[in-house]
């Protein structure tokens, strides 16, 4: 309905005319009475990179070792960027799938969160969600300036290994 008023007052206002139907296609321009391109960026899908001819591999061997079939891939994760306040909590979460199952590992700014001592205010969590697909959440609680940087969350099995990049910034009150 709030569309439809919108239109309306641009209707009115002379920046449009439309044919006797009232859907997109069919508005034009005042002046050069082209068709307007109403694209709508909440519906588009990011380009399948796994689809052949998107990726480059640099012999056959890599782009069978990428491709396989029975891979670790990452199904989803969380937001590329987050920006956090001091004292509050930051969470990453992956799910993973792959025959066998993939094992999923923390890294931030390249040392393996695991290992890390500095980082006694991280946990990291893992559910099993099926026979081939594992969830792991990392949670950092409190949040301070030091746990400002990149983070990845890495699944490899056997016949692959798959990366997601994570940016954590510091935004002051």
Not at 45 to 51: C, D, H, I, K
Not at 70 to 82: L, V, Y
């Amino acid at each position: 309905i709030a569309i439809k008023i919108l239109l309306m007052a641009l209707i009115s206002f002379g920046g449009f005319y439309c044919n006797k139907s009232s859907n997109f296609e069919n508005f034009k321009w005042w002046s050069d009475k082209k068709p307007a391109n109403f694209v709508s960026k909440f519906h588009q899908r990011p380009p399948n990179l796994l689809r052949p001819g998107i990726l480059h591999f640099s012999s056959v061997k890599s782009q069978k070792y990428y491709l396989h079939d029975k891979g670790a891939r990452i199904i989803k994760s969380s937001h590329f960027m987050k920006r956090y306040h001091l004292g509050r909590k930051i969470s990453f979460v992956c799910v993973a799938q792959g025959i066998p199952r993939p094992h999923i590992t923390w890294i931030k700014d390249g040392l393996e969160l695991n290992a890390y001592a500095a980082y006694d205010h991280v946990s990291i969590s893992e559910w099993r969600l099926s026979r081939h697909r594992l969830k792991s959440k990392v949670e950092i609680d409190p949040a301070m300036p030091k746990d400002e940087g990149f983070y990845e969350c890495q699944s490899d099995n056997k016949f692959s290994i798959d990366t997601r990049g994570f940016l954590a910034k510091y935004s002051p009150n």
